[in-house]
């Protein structure tokens, strides 16, 4: 599938800016100033989407059927040769040591633009991409990154102040890449013959990263759902997860985010223990965000134990002979040192 900025970046509300225009930013110089500052400190880090597989596959499954879990990093990076402000990002698909989506690997350099009233960023998949996977964890490569080549960039992503939150779209560099109105990027192929289009936008807090994205190649949605509905990523913690069962002692590095590792009851039984923070549906109304520990049967998926405590807190269960106690830590390992 082919990957590109407009991938990594996307959050839409639909094709809706073909009839109506995106609503107007006056963003002032202190405004712009503070989006640098919040996506400095909000972005980097790493963000689960399983959260939202989760309560799909619970409570209630969309028409089109569950997102895809994926597992994103994000990190602030020392790389002069590329920009001033700089991140790099991946996407590891069905949790944090799953397989590396392939081109998901984007250098980003990040400047304020007053002109436009927005802080622009602009991506790309670095050459060599063998090279600097996990470059969050490999500081000595990071001045070797090859600079963004703008010649190539037919979008930007554009971010801005909304209250409280970041807002981006995606959007032509030029009016003639902007013909299906503000907040969409489109241009024609280098054979010319088929015209890709994106409406593409982002939001982001401290904990969470909602994401949307459409794109088409000569009408046809190669990236996003049909439904047009986010994926929402949720902001992952370290921790470290001592399990004992009828197979001995074991220290596992773990995140509040769907971590899931087998264990052995006492009677020689495989159960699965997870460790989840989620928003669950509140017994009133509304959503409470709880951190639950929980032992189901693999096949059936039933729940056989659960434990739940407050967000970041530890926590720990016993269940048929397998006992598990989960820690927060305050970093994550490297990717290479994970269980």
């Excluded at 509040?256 to 109304?285: H, I, N, Q």
């Amino acid at each position: 599938m082919l990957r590109s900025i407009i991938y990594i970046f996307a959050l839409t509300i639909g094709l809706s800016h073909q009839l109506k225009a995106a609503p107007e930013y006056d963003q002032s110089p202190e405004d712009l100033k503070w989006v640098m500052a919040k996506l400095k400190e909000w972005l980097p880090g790493e963000w689960s989407a399983f959260p939202q597989v989760h309560y799909e596959r619970t409570t209630r499954m969309p028409q089109e059927g569950e997102h895809e879990n994926w597992y994103r990093t994000f990190a602030l990076i020392d790389a002069p040769q590329v920009g001033d402000t700089v991140f790099y990002g991946q996407v590891n698909m069905d949790g944090r040591n799953g397989y590396l989506l392939a081109r998901s690997q984007i250098t980003y350099e990040v400047y304020i633009d007053e002109a436009r009233g927005a802080v622009v960023m602009n991506g790309q998949p670095p050459a060599e991409s063998d090279r600097f996977i996990d470059l969050q964890d490999n500081p000595e490569l990071w001045r070797e990154l090859p600079d963004v080549d703008q010649s190539k960039l037919n979008c930007d992503f554009l971010w801005r102040r909304d209250g409280d939150q970041l807002f981006a779209v995606l959007e032509g560099k030029t009016p003639d890449r902007q013909t299906y109105g503000p907040g969409t990027c489109n241009y024609f192929s280098e054979a010319g013959q088929a015209e890709f289009f994106a409406d593409a936008e982002w939001v982001l807090t401290p904990e969470t990263l909602w994401i949307y994205d459409i794109n088409t190649m000569g009408g046809q949605l190669f990236i996003g759902r049909e439904d047009k509905t986010h994926v929402r990523l949720s902001r992952a913690r370290p921790y470290t997860c001592d399990v004992t069962d009828a197979k001995g002692q074991r220290s596992l590095n773990a995140n509040d985010r769907g971590f899931e590792t087998g264990v052995t009851a006492g009677d020689g039984s495989k159960l699965k223990l997870m460790l989840l923070r989620a928003e669950y549906p509140a017994e009133e109304r509304g959503w409470d965000d709880r951190l639950r520990l929980s032992v189901t049967d693999p096949r059936s998926e039933s729940v056989i134990a659960t434990k739940e405590a407050d967000p970041l807190k530890d926590i720990s269960l016993e269940v048929n002979g397998a006992t598990a106690s989960c820690k927060r830590v305050s970093r994550f390992p490297p990717r290479a040192d994970a269980d």
